[in-house]
T-cell receptor
Framework: AQKVTQTQTSISVMEKTTVTMDCVYE???????LFWYKQTASGEIVFLIR??????ENATVGHYSLNFQKPKSSIGLIITATQIEDSAVYFC??????????????FGQGTSLSVVP | ETAVFQTPNYHVTQVGNEVSFNCKQT?????MYWYKQDSKKLLKIMFS???????VNETVPRRFSPQSSDKAHLNLRIKSVEPEDSAVYLC??????????????FGSGTRLTVL
């Protein structure tokens, strides 16, 4: 069964610095998608960035990038030049590809990020 | 820009009552979901519908029943609510065709409080 684990419950960083949030996953499949979502204080959950398991290049979108280490089953989220509005809860998630056309998206426990001035 | 709409935003009710939540998506997606987020922020899938057909039905109490009239609408009914049903219920949608990654787009959630 697939499983996603985020061990960092909360992180606090200074504004304009770089932060890395960890995520490890378990899967029996060789192909899968990995996602990061952000939940703001209002409760809204938005998609940030995705990594396809068959791609070696780390995905990058704006000031978000991923550190994908497939042998370690690890997908870290890196936020550079953090801003106050990056304060939120960040969720890592995984969807297996091969097992089913309608496979489930499984979420990690979330990491709360506080960006302080 | 919001494209997954949920009503109501909040609902307070008493144990034993029936409640219904509505969700509509305007993204043209073919699959819709209900997730439950508990007080610890854990997100768990409850149901998933593809083109009005139930495709994922996790182990949830039988008092929960989803309903889909078309691929743009997905409702959730809870008969006889219990205190442990207090949570945020999040609706989401995705496109599952043609090798899609099936990225989820979420509504703003319905916060249910059971007294």
């Amino acid at each position: 069964a697939q499983k996603v684990t985020q061990t960092q419950t909360s992180i606090s960083v200074m504004e304009k610095t770089t932060v890395t949030m960890d995520c490890v996953y378990e899967t029996q499949d060789s192909s899968y998608f990995l996602f990061w979502y952000k939940q703001t204080a209002s409760g809204e959950i938005v998609f940030l960035i995705r990594q396809d398991s068959y791609k070696k290049e780390n995905a990058t979108v704006g000031h978000y990038s991923l550190n994908f280490q497939k042998p370690k089953s690890s997908i870290g989220l890196i936020i550079t030049a953090t801003q106050i509005e990056d304060s939120a809860v960040y969720f890592c998630a995984m969807r297996e590809i091969a097992s089913s056309s309608f496979s489930k998206l499984v979420f990690g426990q979330g990491t709360s990020l506080s960006v302080v001035p | 820009e919001t494209a997954v709409f949920q009503t109501p935003n909040y609902h307070v009710t008493q144990v034993g009552n029936e409640v219904s939540f509505n969700c509509k998506q305007t993204l043209g997606h073919d699959t819709m979901y209900w997730y439950k987020q508990d007080s610890k922020k854990l997100l768990k899938i409850m149901f998933s519908y593809n083109n009005k057909q139930l495709i994922v039905n996790e182990t949830v109490p039988r008092r929960f029943s989803p309903q889909s009239s078309d691929k743009a609408h997905l409702n959730l009914r809870i008969k006889s609510v219990e205190p442990e049903d207090s949570a945020v219920y999040l609706c989401a949608s995705s496109w599952t065709g043609g090798g899609s990654a099936e990225t989820l787009y979420f509504g703003s959630g319905t916060r249910l409080t059971v007294l």
